[in-house]
């Protein structure tokens, strides 16, 4: 019914920046959540930001100030863009996007697959 695909992923070093993109395709009436997780190798999956229908916003602690999330409507598009990345930001980052599909409060929930980000020098 859905589909996300995710990109921008890759190496950065210290410092830099970069812009992942959620791109939602398919049988959509209209956006009503997005959040961006991340799994860091031996982690536990965790949630990083997270963008309502109305520009709620919201954001894990470690990432504040650096990360923000943001939406294109025409696109169906949410973007992460990501400043200052630290070796810890290093993970696979994965969108969860939440959709409505019909004019009745039908929901599509579901996840992209998931783009690598390397902070390294």
């Known amino acids: 019914q859905v589909q996300l695909v995710e990109s921008g992923g890759g190496l950065v070093q210290p410092g830099g920046s970069l812009k992942l993109s959620c791109a939602a395709s398919?049988?959509?009436?209209?956006?009503?959540?997005m959040d961006w997780y991340r799994q860091a190798p031996g982690s536990q999956r965790e949630m990083v930001a997270a963008?309502?229908?109305?520009?709620?916003?919201n954001y894990a602690d470690s990432v504040k100030g650096r990360f923000a999330i943001s939406r294109d409507n025409a696109k169906n598009t949410v973007y992460l863009q990501m400043n200052s990345l630290k070796p810890e930001d290093t993970a696979v980052y994965s969108c969860?996007?939440?959709?409505?599909?019909?004019?009745?409060?039908?929901?599509?929930?579901?996840w992209g697959q998931g783009t690598r980000v390397t902070v390294s020098s």
């Open positions: 398919g049988s959509i009436f209209s956006f009503k959540a």
């Open positions: 969860n996007g939440e959709f409505y599909i019909d004019q009745y409060g039908s929901t599509w929930n579901g």
């Open positions: 963008l309502t229908s109305d520009g709620s916003t």
